[in-house]
Structure formats: structure tokens, C-alpha cells
């Protein structure tokens, strides 16, 4: 029998890729739009989703359910960027952030949970960020958003242990994908005192735009759900940004804050 597999943000980027592999492998995969009516070229379903709505997730997981009687593996994909001076960007904006990128995953577990405790086994991927592990400039709320769902992983997974549930981080470094096009970010504003952001809003830019292949995501997904006791932690993409993890660990702080600004060119 086939493994079940819903991956929440699946209509593009790093969810579609992982889908599209997984679908190809034999695996059943159910993926997620905000409106799945308007993706035209998915070779899986796709099920409406929104994270911020605790009765759309459920509707969602109760569908998958219905249809295939279990779920075997989550993918929590769903996210979005931001980016901007902390101080310029609308409170509203940091609320929408961590609805998508913390809450979301989180009321995504806490549903799914009770079906994996009935089945005895289940397999929770988060997908967090390499800007997780540290924060960055201009980039405070999508560090914080993302390096609080590792944190939520690590206790989690030693909470459901007795029940045979599985939970791990896979952090992506840069990958080419639509989530530089569609987050929020701070209009460049002469008015603006931070006048180094335009700075490091391109070198961001040209970072993502000309990250990897997301499919190097897909073989990692596919390799967790093919290993019996997955790691707490897993990083994917470019050697350098892998490296600054690393590099946070050993170098002094203020050392290491002094890379940062050089290399955002601060
Ligand atoms: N690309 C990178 O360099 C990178 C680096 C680190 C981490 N990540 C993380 O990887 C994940 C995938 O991002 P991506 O790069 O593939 O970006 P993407 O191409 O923009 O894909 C984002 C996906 O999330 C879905 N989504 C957005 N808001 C949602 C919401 N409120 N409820 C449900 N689904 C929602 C979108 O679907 P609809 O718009 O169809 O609803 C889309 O399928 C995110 O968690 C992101 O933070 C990406």
C-alpha cells in the first residue's frame, strides 16, 4: 500500500516539487492551494487550504481521510516571506507572517495528530528556513517565524515519541522559487531612514532568484520518509549558506554579526 502524503503549499515552488517527485515515486499525494481552482498544471489533486483557518485545515485533513482512509506524512510547506525595516513594517503584516508561518504549521499538527496517534505511526516534515538559525537584517519576523517553528519541532517530537510519531526540520537555504515575487515586503521609500535597505533587498533578491533547483528539496523529503528514525535537523542548499550555521556556532558574536553586515552590505 501506497503512503499517504499531503503537503500543505503545493501549487509552486518547493511543495510542487516535492509533490511532483513523491507522485512519480508511487507515492498517493494530496496537495494544497489557497485556490486550487485556479492551478491548472498539478499531475496530483490539489485540496483547498488556507493555515491561517483552523476549520479550513480540518475540513482538509478530514477530506484526505475520507478519500484515502489515513495519513501518512505531513509536509507543513506552506509559507511566506517578508521583508523590511522591523520598525516600517505594518503590525498587521508581522501578525499575517506568523499566522502562515508559525500558527498555521502548528494548528496543522495539533490536527493531525489524533489520526496519526489512531494509525500508531505518522511523519511530520516542517519546512522551516536556514534564516531560522539566526536573524537576519531586514528579515527579523521571517527569522523569528521560522526559527520558532525549529524550536516548536525539537519539543514536539520528545512529546510524541511514545506514540510512534515522527517530526523533523528540513531547512532550505536558497531555492528559485515564487516566494521572492509573492511575500510582503517595506516599499523603498526616499522618506525612509534605512537607507541601506535597498542594499540588501537586492542582495536577497539575486540570492533566491538565483538559488537552487527545489527538486534537491524533493530528494531529501523523499529520503526522510525512507528513513525509519529521521534527524531532528536537515539543511538544504548552497554550501554557503549551510555554512553560516556553522559558522554561528563557532565564531564570536560580534565577529559573526560584523559578517552578516558585510555580507548584506551594511
Ligand atoms: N525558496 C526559498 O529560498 C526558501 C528558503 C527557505 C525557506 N523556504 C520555505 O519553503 C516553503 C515553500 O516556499 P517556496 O519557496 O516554495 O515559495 P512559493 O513558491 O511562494 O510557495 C509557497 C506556497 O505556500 C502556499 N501558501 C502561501 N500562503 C498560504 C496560506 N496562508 N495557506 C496555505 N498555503 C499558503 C502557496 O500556495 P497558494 O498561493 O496557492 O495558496 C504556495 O504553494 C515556505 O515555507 C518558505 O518559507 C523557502
Not at 44 to 68: G, H, M, N, Q, Y
Not at 154 to 166: D, G, H, Q, S, W
Not at 201 to 208: D, L
Request: charged share 20%; hydrophobic share 40%; with cysteine.
Amino acid at each position: 500500500m501506497s503512503k499517504v502524503i499531503l503537503i500543505t503549499g503545493a501549487s509552486s515552488g518547493i511543495g510542487k516539487a516535492i509533490g511532483e517527485f513523491l507522485h512519480h515515486k508511487g507515492y498517493t499525494v494530496y496537495g494544497t492551494s489557497r485556490n486550487p481552482e485556479k492551478v491548472f498544471n498539478s499531475v496530483f489533486p490539489l485540496l483547498a487550504l488556507d493555515v491561517r483557518s483552523t476549520e479550513s485545515i480540518t475540513t482538509c485533513i478530514a477530506k484526505v481521510i475520507s478519500i484515502s482512509g489515513r495519513i501518512d506524512v505531513v509536509v507543513n510547506n506552506a509559507g511566506v516571506g517578508i521583508i523590511g525595516p522591523l520598525e516600517e513594517i505594518p503590525t498587521s503584516e508581522i501578525r499575517n507572517n506568523f499566522e502562515t508561518n508559525l500558527f498555521g504549521p502548528i494548528e496543522v499538527m495539533k490536527a493531525i495528530l489524533p489520526q496519526m496517534r489512531s494509525q500508531k505511526s505518522g511523519l511530520i516534515i516542517n519546512i522551516t528556513s536556514i534564516a531560522g538559525y539566526m536573524g537576519l537584517p531586514y528579515r527579523a519576523v521571517y527569522s523569528a517565524s521560522k526559527g520558532a517553528l525549529e524550536y516548536v519541532t525539537e519539543a514536539l517530537r520528545m512529546e510524541v515519541k511514545p506514540f510512534n510519531i515522527e517530526i523533523t526540520n528540513v531547512a532550505p537555504g536558497e531555492f528559485a522559487t515564487n516566494i521572492a515575487a509573492s511575500r510582503y515586503h517595506v516599499p523603498l521609500s526616499p522618506a525612509s531612514a534605512y537607507s541601506n535597505y535597498a542594499k540588501t533587498i537586492e542582495t536577497i533578491n539575486e540570492q533566491v532568484d538565483g538559488g537552487d533547483d527545489p527538486k534537491a528539496m524533493a530528494e531529501t523529503i523523499y529520503k526522510i520518509i525512507n528513513t525509519e528514525k529521521p534527524n531532528v535537523h536537515y539543511k538544504v542548499g548552497p554550501f554557503l549558506s549551510k555554512f553560516s550555521i556553522v559558522l554561528k556556532r563557532i565564531l564570536p558574536d560580534k565577529r559573526y554579526e560584523k559578517m552578516l553586515m558585510k555580507h548584506y552590505k551594511l
